[in-house]
């Protein structure tokens, strides 16, 4: 009789600890606890399918009743680990939660485990998708499971630890298992072709990794179909063609025409991926997940760290954060998020993601009120204007190349500090940073810092002057100056934003001149923004 073929997720099903892929935070602790023997009588694995939450349980039910055990590296060779491994222990009962959720399964649970295992250590019970119990039927396990006898052990696994009862969490060690990393995906697929003599592209690798979303058993599963489709020797096209995928090259080529604001570029694109039958779903989801990954990277730190992918879109999120920035990516993101919901409903799904796509190109397109006080600061030092005053909201400390020391903090500094303070409070609490708009260093003398609020804006000084946003405030201001800064805020004529000098000494006086249109039509400043912004001066205000 020929040999019964064992798909892949089975045949290469982790046998120990170490072979476990991507959940080291997990086997770590389980192994620790082995070992300094410290072992409770009840665990819950969560996590997302395919995983590993019930392979998991299996090594560790192995590890406690191996010959040799408890160990951390059970032998995989006698009767006890063979007998669990092929899931006929008399000592490790496998439960589903889903068919075997009632009242009299948990009775005659609670019956058994009074009687002490037939060959290994502990009797153990591995009861999957627990969520599925009946609240009647929880209730029945929680005298159990609160002072079960020294030789029970119970490992529960679920994908929705939600629905698990309050009281049956609080009597459980809780381990939260991980999506896992494309890149340990693509590895461990290699690892298996190898084995099984197969050939596969790198592209075909990351784009099986890609459609897994996290879920290695999806994954192998995936793989196995697809070896039986093309035999040895499979290319990054046949994973496309058979499950709808989108190349990389040409997801590539549509974020690239996003974020380079090409509108019929990326209409094209997405109109030949409809016309080749292409899941628009599911390429919306890995548009979304790309500007993810990009939007890590644009906020710098330890972005490639954070980031566990394949080399070649490692290397293109690095490339498109050279040409973006993290509040763009922002704004593109919101309007694709907004059509992920509608385009699951939508009678045309084509022309619902195209005018998701135009959206996301003019969200990227816009400008934050930051950003054009910056760009008109800019322009301001460029045009050498000393008509129009614009409030300086930004900045960065100048600093010497002497070991870190310290230069005097200049003017431009002070305002760059000033910048970095006010973004990071807009974080904590955005209507204080809306209320510092406007507002302007007016100098520091000793380590009191003076900040300027306009007297149109008077009243907007009591509301930030509050102990909790002055404190973090100065926090900021320390970390870009690197000295203790006391903040003090002043009404000042100086910090007057929207006026000309001439004009803003008598513009809150009891005479004071509405101005027009026609006074500013000569100013290099509001001429040059007026060509960069492609507006016109409506009104004149205070």
């Not at 080749?276 to 390429?283: E, F, N, P, V």
């Not at 230069?407 to 409070?425: D, F, G, M, N």
């Not at 507002?439 to 306009?454: E, H, Q, Y």
């Not at 203790?484 to 934003?497: I, R």
Request: hydrophobic share 40%; with cysteine.
């Amino acid at each position: 009789m020929a040999q019964q073929y064992q798909v892949l997720a089975r045949k290469w099903r982790p046998q120990q600890f170490d072979d476990v892929v991507g959940q080291e935070h997990v086997t770590t602790t389980l192994k620790n606890a082995i070992e300094q023997n410290r072992l409770a009588h009840a665990y819950l694995f969560v996590g997302p399918r395919g995983i590993g939450k019930t392979s998991t349980a299996r090594i560790f039910a192995k590890a406690l009743n191996c010959v040799k055990g408890p160990t951390i590296e059970p032998c995989g060779k006698c009767d006890n680990c063979v007998e669990i491994a092929e899931g006929r222990s008399l000592d490790v009962l496998e439960i589903d939660g889903a068919s075997n959720n009632g009242v009299e399964q948990v009775r005659e649970l609670r019956e058994t485990v009074r009687y002490a295992p037939a060959r290994g250590k502990f009797k153990i019970y591995i009861i999957d998708e627990v969520h599925m119990l009946t609240p009647q039927a929880f209730n029945a396990l929680l005298k159990t499971l609160e002072e079960p006898p020294p030789h029970v052990k119970f490992f529960f696994a679920t994908t929705e630890p939600q629905k698990v009862l309050p009281t049956i969490l609080s009597r459980c060690q809780r381990f939260d298992l991980r999506r896992i990393p494309a890149n340990l995906i693509v590895k461990h697929l290699k690892e298996i072709a190898k084995k099984e003599k197969v050939t596969i592209d790198e592209e075909a690798l990351e784009a099986i990794a890609r459609g897994a979303e996290g879920g290695l058993r999806d994954a192998e599963s995936a793989l196995d179909q697809l070896i039986a489709f093309c035999g040895n020797k499979i290319a990054e096209k046949d994973v496309l063609s058979v499950f709808g995928l989108v190349a990389h090259q040409r997801l590539a080529a549509l974020t690239d025409a996003l974020i380079d604001g090409e509108t019929n570029a990326a209409l094209k694109i997405l109109k030949e991926l409809d016309e080749l039958g292409k899941d628009l779903q599911r390429l919306l989801a890995d548009v979304l997940d790309h500007f993810r990954n990009l939007l890590v990277m644009t906020l710098g730190g330890e972005g490639t760290e954070v980031l566990d992918l394949p080399e070649t879109e490692l290397e293109l999120v690095k490339n498109q954060a050279q040409r973006i920035d993290s509040d763009a990516v922002l704004r593109v993101i919101d309007a694709l998020a907004a059509a992920e919901g509608r385009l699951r409903y939508a009678l045309s799904k084509r022309i619902s993601f195209e005018i998701a796509l135009v959206k996301a190109i003019k969200a990227r397109q816009m400008i934050g009120i930051d950003g054009v006080l910056k760009t008109l600061n800019e322009l301001k030092e460029q045009t050498g204007s000393r008509g129009t005053e614009v409030p300086v909201v930004a900045g960065v400390m100048a600093k010497t190349q002497n070991r870190g020391k310290n230069a005097a903090p200049t003017t431009a500094s002070l305002e760059e500090a000033w910048e970095y303070a006010v973004e990071h409070l807009g974080k904590v609490t955005p209507l204080a940073k809306s209320y510092l708009v406007g507002t302007r260093p007016l100098g520091l003398k000793g380590s009191v810092l003076t900040i300027g609020f306009d007297p149109v804006f008077s009243d907007r000084r009591e509301f930030v002057d509050r102990p909790r946003n002055i404190e973090l405030l100065q926090g900021k201001l320390k970390e870009k100056l690197r000295m203790d800064v006391t903040l003090k805020l002043e009404v000042s004529e100086t910090a007057t934003a929207t006026l000309p000098k001439a004009a803003a000494s008598k513009a809150h006086g009891p005479e004071a001149v509405k101005k027009s249109p026609d006074d500013f039509k000569d100013d290099p400043l509001i001429k040059k923004a007026l060509e960069i912004f492609k507006g016109t001066v409506v009104d004149v205000r205070k």
